[in-house]
C-alpha cells in the first residue's frame, strides 16, 4: 500500500512546478496551462485523502474542480483570442494598456 | 505481488512521468511542445487516480481535462501562433525571484508532512466503502450534492456564452 | 520454473496473450476490410474491383502492404520533427487501445473494467490529438486546415454520440461491457428495438467520428488534398489509415455491445433442439454458413485462369472448411467453449454488418459540406440525443414508478422524441447561410 504522505508530496511537487510556470512565464498561455496544472495537483491532494478516509466526498469535489477548469479554460482562451486579435501578441509583458 | 512491489513500481512511474512532463511544460520553448508534455502529465494523473481506487474519476479526467480542455488549448495555440515568438524571451525579469520564492513555498508545506509522515499514514480503510464508484458518485452527486451540481451546470451554460461573445468578430 | 512461481502473473497470462492476438490479427483485419470495401464499391458501380493478385484480389491487401512498407518516407523541410513522429503514433495507440475493453465473446475479453465503455469512449476522444497534431507538425496550410475542420468535426459528433449511448446506458444500468450484453439477455430484446432514435444517433455520430463518407470532407481527395494525411507517405500514412480502420471497427463493436446484443445469438430464447441431441438448431447455422462459403470456394477454383490462384482459392476454401468444422463440433461440445466460440461468431458478424452499412453510406451519399456537417452535429443531433435522454428516463420512470410495462412506455417517448426529430429536421433560414437559388422549375 502506498501511504498517503506519498501522494501528498507528489500533488505539492505538481503545485510548485505549477507556480513556477505562473511566475515565470511570459507567454499567457503557457501562464493558463501552469494554472491547469495547479489545479490538477489540488485535484490528486483531494482523492488522496478520499481514499485514506473512506468518503467518496474528495471525488466529488475533484469532479467539480474539472468542471471549474472547462469553464475557466474556455473563458481564459477567449478572452485571449479577442485580445490577440487586437493587439497582435500573446505575451503578458506586452498587455499593459492599463499602464500610465 | 499484488500487495507489495507492484504498486509502487506503478505509483514511480506515473508520478515521476507527471513531474517530469510538468517541468518539461514551464520549460518548453514552443507552446505546442508544453501543450503535449501538460497532456502527458494529465494523464500521468489519471494513472494516479486509477491507483487510488478512483475510476469514475479516471475516465472523466481523460474525457474532459485531455479530450476537452487540452483540445481546446492545442486549438487556440494553432490559431495565435507566430512565427516570431520562438525568438522571443520565454522567462520575464522576475524568473529568478520567483523560482526562490515558490521553491520556499514548496518547502514551507513540505516540513509538516515530512516531519509528520509517521501521523499521517493512516491505513487506508477497506475498499468496500467506496465501491461500486460509479454507482457511489453518481449517487453522491445526486443526493447530497445536487445544489452544487445544479450551480456547475449553471456555471458552464455561463462560460459557454461568454466564450462564444468573447471569441466572436462581431457581436 | 514450476507452476506455483507462475502464481503470481497468472491474472495476467491471458489478457496478454488477448492483447498480443489483437495487435497481430488488426493490421491484416484492417487490410481485408480494405480489400472488402473496394469489392463492395465495385459491386455498387457495377464492376468488378480487384482481381489480379490474388484470386478474386484476395491478396491484395498484402500487395498493398508491401508497396506502403517500401515506400520512400518523406519529411516536410520546416516540420516540427518531433511532432510529425508522434502524431500517428498518438492516433495507431489510441485506436488500439480501445480493443482492451471491447467484449469479443463472454470469453474473449482484455479487461472487464466496471467503467468500460467510459474507457473506450475516452480512449477514442484522444485520437482527436493524433489528427490536430499531424496536420500542424505537417506545415502545410492544407493540413492544417484539414485538421482543424476534422477535429471540429470529431468534437461535434462525440457529444451526440455520447448522449445517445448515455439513452442505451439508462436501459442497461451499468457501465461495463459485459454487464450491457447481459442486460440485453435480461431484458430479452436488443436495445435496437427499445431504443432506435438512439441508435439512429448513434449511427450517424460514428460515422463522422471516423471521418467516414458522407462526413469525409477533411480527408476526401478533391477537397483539401488529403487533409492532415497530406504530407505523410509510407509508413506513417499506412499507420493513419490503420488507426482510421481500427477505430471503425471500435465503434461498431460498441454499437453492437450497446445495441445489436453483443455476442448474443439472434433469438436467443427459442430453443429448437435437433431431435435427440443437445444441440440447438440455431447453433448450426455459423457452421452452415461457412459450409456454403467454402462450397463457392471450390467452385471457384477450377475457374481462375492462373494455376496459383487455383491453388490459393482451394486454400481459402479448406480454410472455411475448417471454421465450419470448428462451428459444428463446438455446438455440440460443453457450453463453455460453445458459447466462447458461437458469442465470437456472433459478435464478429454483428460488427461485419455494421460495417457493411458504413461501406454502403460511402458509396451511396454525396459528401456533407463543412458548414452542412456543423449544423447537423450541433442544431439537430445533439438537441435530439438531450430529448432522447430526457425521455428515456421518462419511459423508465413510468416504468418503475407508475407500473407501466417497459416496451409501451419506450413506445411512447420514442414517438415523441420522433415529433421531436421531425420539428428539428425542417429547414429554418439560417444567418450567413446561402440563400436557395430561384430555379426555373419553381413555378413561376
Known amino acids: ?36 496544472l495547479i489545479l490538477n495537483a489540488v485535484n490528486i491532494n483531494l482523492v488522496a485523502f478520499s481514499r485514506m478516509f473512506g468518503s467518496v466526498n474528495g471525488q466529488i469535489f475533484a469532479i467539480f474542480i474539472i468542471t471549474d ?32 | ?105 514548496g518547502i514551507h508545506f513540505s516540513l509538516p508532512l515530512w516531519l509528520d509522515r509517521g501521523v499521517v499514514n493512516l491505513p487506508p480503510p477497506s475498499a468496500a466503502t467506496m465501491q461500486p464508484n460509479s454507482e457511489m458518485i453518481g449517487q453522491a452527486l445526486f443526493q447530497n450534492y445536487m445544489l452544487p451540481f445544479e450551480i456547475a451546470s449553471i456555471l458552464l451554460l455561463v462560460a459557454m456564452i461568454g466564450a462564444v461573445v468573447m471569441a466572436k468578430r462581431r457581436i | ?9 497468472r491474472p495476467y497470462i491471458l489478457p496478454v496473450i488477448y492483447a498480443v492476438v489483437i495487435v497481430l490479427v488488426l493490421p491484416l483485419l484492417a487490410g481485408y476490410i480494405v480489400l472488402l470495401e473496394r469489392k463492395v464499391m465495385a459491386d455498387m458501380q457495377a464492376r468488378l474491383g480487384p482481381m489480379r493478385v490474388g484470386p478474386h484480389g484476395l491478396l491484395q491487401p498484402i500487395a498493398d502492404a508491401v508497396k506502403l512498407l517500401i515506400k520512400e518516407d518523406i519529411i516536410p523541410d520546416e516540420a516540427d520533427k518531433a511532432i510529425f513522429l508522434l502524431a500517428p503514433l498518438l492516433s495507431v495507440t489510441a485506436g488500439m487501445l480501445a480493443y482492451a475493453a471491447l467484449p469479443f465473446g ?22 482527436i490529438y493524433g489528427i490536430v497534431l499531424g496536420g500542424w507538425a505537417s506545415n502545410s496550410h492544407y493540413s492544417l486546415m484539414g485538421a482543424l475542420r476534422s477535429a471540429a468535426q470529431l468534437v461535434s459528433y462525440e457529444t451526440a454520440a455520447g448522449l445517445a449511448l448515455v439513452s442505451a446506458l439508462l436501459l442497461g444500468g451499468t457501465l461495463s461491457m459485459k454487464g450491457l450484453v447481459e442486460s440485453q439477455a435480461h431484458a430479452g430484446l436488443w436495445f435496437i428495438f427499445l431504443a432506435p432514435i438512439a441508435f439512429f444517433i448513434y449511427l450517424v455520430g460514428s460515422i463522422a467520428e471516423t471521418n467516414r463518407a458522407p462526413f469525409d470532407l477533411p480527408e476526401a481527395e478533391s477537397e483539401l488534398v488529403a487533409g492532415y494525411m497530406t504530407e505523410y507517405s509510407g509508413f506513417r500514412w499506412s499507420l493513419y489509415f490503420l488507426a482510421e480502420y481500427a477505430n471503425m471497427i471500435v465503434v461498431a463493436g460498441i454499437a453492437t455491445t450497446l445495441f445489436l446484443g453483443g455476442w448474443l445469438r439472434p433469438l436467443a430464447r427459442v430453443h429448437l433442439r435437433v431431435p435427440a441431441t443437445d444441440i440447438e438448431m440455431m447453433d448450426l447455422i455459423p457452421a452452415l454458413a461457412f459450409l456454403v462459403v467454402a462450397l463457392y470456394c471450390f467452385r471457384l477454383a477450377p475457374r481462375q485462369p492462373v494455376p496459383v490462384q487455383k491453388l490459393v482459392m482451394a486454400a481459402a476454401g479448406a480454410l472455411m472448411l475448417l471454421l465450419a468444422a470448428v462451428m459444428g463440433w463446438s455446438a455440440a461440445a460443453a457450453p463453455g467453449i460453445r458459447e466462447g466460440v458461437h458469442g465470437a461468431f456472433w459478435f464478429i458478424a454483428k460488427v461485419l454488418v455494421y460495417l457493411y452499412g458504413f461501406l454502403w453510406f460511402r458509396f451511396t451519399f454525396p ?14 443531433l445533439i438537441p435530439l440525443a438531450l430529448v432522447n435522454v430526457i425521455a428515456t428516463g421518462i419511459a423508465l420512470a413510468l416504468y418503475r414508478e407508475m407500473g407501466w410495462g417497459l416496451a409501451p412506455a419506450l413506445l411512447l417517448t420514442n414517438l415523441i422524441t420522433l415529433a421531436v426529430a421531425a420539428w428539428l429536421a425542417v429547414e429554418r433560414p439560417r444567418p450567413g447561410a446561402a440563400l436557395p437559388i430561384p430555379s426555373a422549375l419553381d413555378g413561376d
Open chain 3, 1 to 9: 520454473m514450476d507452476l506455483h512461481s507462475l502464481e503470481p502473473i
Open chain 2, 1 to 105: 505481488m499484488a500487495n507489495g512491489l507492484l504498486p509502487q513500481i506503478v505509483f514511480y512511474f506515473f508520478a515521476a512521468l507527471a513531474v517530469v512532463s510538468a517541468i518539461l511544460v514551464v520549460v518548453s520553448r514552443s507552446a505546442i511542445h508544453s501543450a503535449i508534455f501538460l497532456i502527458t502529465s494529465l494523464l500521468a494523473t489519471a494513472g494516479i487516480y486509477l491507483q487510488l481506487e478512483a475510476e469514475f474519476l479516471f475516465v472523466v479526467q481523460i474525457i474532459l481535462y485531455v479530450g476537452g480542455i487540452m483540445v481546446l488549448f492545442v486549438f487556440v495555440i494553432m490559431l495565435v501562433n507566430l512565427d516570431v515568438s520562438l525568438h522571443q524571451l520565454q522567462f520575464n525579469r522576475q524568473w529568478l525571484v520567483a523560482t526562490v520564492l515558490a521553491i520556499v513555498l
Open chain 3, 106 to 127: 463472454p470469453v474473449f475479453q482484455i479487461a472487464d473494467l466496471n467503467v468500460g465503455l467510459l474507457f473506450i469512449l475516452a480512449v477514442s476522444s484522444m485520437g
Open chain 3, 367 to 380: 459528401r456533407y459540406r463543412f458548414d452542412q456537417l456543423m449544423h447537423l452535429g450541433w442544431s439537430f
Open chain 1, 1 to 36: 500500500m502506498i501511504p498517503t504522505t506519498h501522494y501528498l508530496f507528489l500533488s505539492l511537487a505538481l503545485f510548485t512546478i505549477g507556480v513556477v510556470g505562473v511566475l515565470t512565464r511570459r507567454n499567457v498561455i503557457i501562464i493558463l496551462m501552469s494554472i491547469e
Open chain 1, 69 to 100: 477548469a472547462a469553464a475557466e479554460a474556455a473563458v481564459g482562451l477567449g478572452i485571449i483570442i479577442a485580445f490577440f486579435r487586437n493587439r497582435e501578441t500573446v505575451l503578458a509583458d506586452e498587455m499593459d494598456l492599463l499602464k500610465w
